[in-house]
């Protein structure tokens, strides 16, 4: 029996768990919506969680520019940071559908733009939107994105019979 054991195991080890948990958390912050198993959605929902209210807790110090901050403010930005570091790596590369290729600083977006987005909100930064069967294996696929962000899913298109009664 597993009483008291948190979380899903996936059939791996912990350092391929962890390693799997932190490249998906790196995609969720970089492009805010991914898609994914219903499974891994789930998991990936409390460590991504964890990380944007470590930001969120740190107040008006993750937007302030370090040089204004107090002795105090620096610390605890330094080990907000730090926490998140911990997890999160701290560059990505992102591209654009024009094949432009731009690196984006995660750590950073999390503390200020996130932090920023969410500091009046109490929790549930994630939304986890069901897309129906995978086709290889049967496994239920999910999107996960961030609450307010701007890529969104699209509604539904129109048939063709719907466009033209209209």
Do not use: C, W
Not at 20 to 28: D, E, T, V
Not at 151 to 166: G, L, M, Q, R, Y
């Amino acid at each position: 029996m597993r009483h008291k054991k948190l979380g899903r195991q996936f059939g791996r080890n912990t350092s391929h768990r962890r390693a799997m948990f932190r490249a998906l958390a790196a995609n969720l912050v970089l492009h805010e919506r991914i898609e994914t198993t219903e499974a891994k959605a789930k998991e990936l929902r409390r460590v991504v969680e964890r990380l944007i209210t470590r930001a969120v807790r740190l107040g008006s110090a993750g937007q302030t520019p370090n040089d204004q901050l107090s002795t105090a403010d620096k610390a605890r930005r330094t080990a907000t940071k730090r926490q998140i570091g911990a997890f999160l790596q701290r560059f990505a590369t992102k591209t654009s559908k024009d094949g432009e290729s731009t690196q984006v600083d995660l750590q950073e977006k999390v503390l200020v733009d996130l932090a920023a987005r969410y500091k009046d909100r109490p929790g549930g930064y994630t939304r986890i939107i069901k897309l129906g069967r995978r086709r290889g294996d049967n496994a239920p696929m999910t999107f996960i994105e961030l609450v307010g962000s701007p890529v969104s899913v699209d509604a539904p298109a129109k048939k063709a019979d719907e466009v033209e009664a209209a």
